[in-house]
């Protein structure tokens, strides 16, 4: 059974930097891109970025292009992703999500929230 | 960047009653397309995918149509647990966008 475990969510300053992982157990990790899509208070489904399984190519929506780098670590079958300058647009719960050999988001953890806020 | 319009943006039905949802992309996504399903409080689950299959464990009464930029997700009889928020995805292009949701609702 896939599990994806995502933390380091929380408060934080505009300007302001935040770690989120996703800990993922139940699959081969390695095999798998994974990716992050995020839900803002009241609103729709936003993706932000997916990594490749292997070769780690990396992807992003122009809303967080520049600001956000998501990254993994086979060995430890972790997805960070780490978000620099976050402005208030930036609160949202944060997904970490599996995707299948055809890129479907197949696998969700419960999500992790970020508030940007003084 | 392709937009998904959803609708409609509520629907208002009872128990047993059929759904139709519709998901229109600005540009053709051939069959890349997915639904999701989210209830309140809860991650989002995949139900269909490649426009048309349904995802394990997925019951029989979704059932996902389309091509092109133009698809459709059917419930054939809501049960309780069925009410929810479903979105759309295309899988295309970069980015990934979703739709903007449409809300089956207890009427």
């Known amino acids: 059974e896939v599990q994806l475990l995502e933390s380091g969510g929380g408060l934080v300053q505009p300007g302001g930097s935040l770690r989120l992982s996703c800990e993922a157990s139940?699959?081969?990790?390695?095999?798998?891109?994974m990716s992050w899509v995020r839900q803002a208070p009241g609103k729709g489904l936003e993706w932000v970025s997916s990594?490749?399984?292997?070769?780690?190519?990396?992807f992003y929506a122009d809303s967080v292009k520049g600001r956000f780098t998501i990254s993994r670590d086979n060995s430890k079958n972790t997805v960070d992703l780490l978000m620099n300058s976050l402005r208030a647009e930036d609160t949202a719960v944060y997904y970490c999500?599996?995707?299948?050999?055809?890129?479907?988001?197949?696998?969700w953890g419960q999500g992790t929230l970020v508030t940007v806020s003084s | 960047e392709i937009v998904l319009t959803q609708s409609p943006a509520t629907l208002s039905l009872s128990p047993g009653e059929g759904a139709t949802l519709s998901c229109r992309a600005s540009?053709?996504?051939?069959?890349?397309l997915a639904w999701y399903q989210q209830k309140p409080g809860q991650a989002p689950r995949l139900l269909i995918y490649g426009a048309s299959n349904r995802a394990t464990g997925i019951p029989a009464r979704f059932t996902g149509s389309g091509s092109g930029t133009d698809f459709t997700l059917t419930i054939s009889s809501l049960e309780p647990e069925d009410f929810a928020v479903y979105y759309c995805q295309q899988r295309s292009n970069w980015p990934r966008t979703f739709g903007q949701g449409t809300k089956v609702e207890i009427k």
């Open positions: 990594i490749t399984g292997s070769d780690g190519r990396t």
């Open positions: 540009q053709s996504v051939t069959t890349y």
């Open positions: 999500a599996k995707l299948s050999n055809l890129w479907d988001n197949d696998g």
């Open positions: 139940g699959f081969t990790f390695s095999s798998y891109a």
